[in-house]
């Protein structure tokens, strides 16, 4: 799981969009981060940022081939 300390102008669908190449995915950051308010996420935080569904669909795979 990677991370990312919060500048201003962030929220979870920007951060998306440079993670997961998909603004759409932006719930998998929030989930990943209940203890911060996606309305009002402070500069300097450091969020948690999941691997991509795709990411993990990859490694269930290759772990299945195996």
Request: glycine share 4%; hydrophobic share 25%; net charge negative.
């Amino acid at each position: 799981m990677n991370t990312h300390t919060t500048k201003q102008g962030d929220n979870y669908r920007k951060l998306a969009e440079i993670y997961y190449h998909n603004g759409d995915l932006w719930p998998n950051i929030q989930h990943a981060n209940p203890d911060i308010d996606m309305n009002n996420i402070p500069i300097g935080a450091v969020i948690k940022i999941p691997e991509s569904p795709d990411q993990n669909k990859l490694s269930n795979q290759s772990s299945t081939i195996s």
